[in-house]
T-cell receptor, first 116, second 112 residues
Framework: GAVVSQHPSRVICKSGTSVKIECRSLDFQATTMFWYRQFPKQSLMLMATSNEGSKATYEQGVEKDKFLINHASLTLSTLTVTSAHPEDSSFYIC????????????FGPGTRLTVL | GQQLNQSPQSMFIQEGEDVSMNCTSSSIFNTWLWYKQEPGEGPVLLIALYKAGELTSNGRLTAQFGITRKDSFLNISASIPSDVGIYFCAGQTRGSNYKLTFGKGTLLTVNP
């Protein structure tokens, strides 16, 4: 149980385009999902907290207009990187908190974004 | 804000050896979690600790939630090559919307 999927696993796009990444909890409901980015050889950095049916809460320094988050259902959250630039290239990982399971977070497999 | 100090940064060990890594915090956490991440993958939950003093095992892995609630350790016994990866500790406090604070990770290399 507690499986989280992400799609796509890898994406390469041209500078200036937008990319949408999906995060799904497959066998549980997730009131809260989190989006992280991870640079090579570094730890995970929280970008935003996504609560179902409400606006996401962004961490300091993360541009909400650039990283659009939608959490329309208890099993799906999406992150859209708008007008992507090479510096946005990174490993994006989502996690989901089991609604009835306290604070334990389960992570997706990540999405490797490369912006040319 | 809260900071986690995770050590060691890296370890190179021989297969069969035991491994120990730990995390300390400048403030109290209500939950400690240990994750393992392999290259190109998301972190996988190994052990979750919810009470101060709690000692929990998962196969060859054992983790403890420190009495002060400011530290935790993870032990791996009889390491095998597939234990290779980066191990992260993470702390969580109530009222923080369940946000996790991550340590910087311990890179484990196991020589067969």
């Amino acid at each position: 149980g507690a499986v989280v999927s992400q799609h796509p696993s890898r994406v390469i796009c041209k500078s200036g385009t937008s990319v949408k990444i999906e995060c799904r909890s497959l066998d549980f409901q997730a009131t809260t999902m989190f989006w992280y980015r991870q640079f090579p050889k570094q730890s995970l950095m929280l970008m935003a907290t996504s609560n179902e049916g409400s606006k996401a809460t962004y961490e300091q320094g993360v541009e909400k207009d650039k990283f659009l988050i939608n959490h329309a259902s208890l099993t799906l959250s999406t992150l859209t990187v708008t007008s992507a630039h090479p510096e946005d290239s990174s490993f994006y990982i989502c996690s989901a908190r089991v609604s009835a399971g306290g604070g334990t977070q389960y992570f997706g497999p990540g999405t490797r974004l490369t912006v040319l | 804000g809260q900071q986690l100090n995770q050590s060691p940064q890296s370890m190179f060990i021989q297969e069969g050896e035991d491994v120990s890594m730990n995390c300390t915090s400048s403030s109290i956490f209500n939950t400690w979690l240990w994750y393992k991440q392999e290259p190109g993958e998301g972190p996988v939950l190994l052990i979750a600790l919810y009470k101060a003093g709690e000692l929990t095992s998962n196969g060859r892995l054992t983790a403890q939630f420190g009495i002060t609630r400011k530290d935790s350790f993870l032990n791996i016994s009889a390491s095998i090559p597939s234990d290779v990866g980066i191990y992260f500790c993470a702390g969580q406090t109530r009222g923080s919307n369940y946000k996790l604070t991550f340590g910087k990770g311990t890179l484990l290399t196991v020589n067969p």
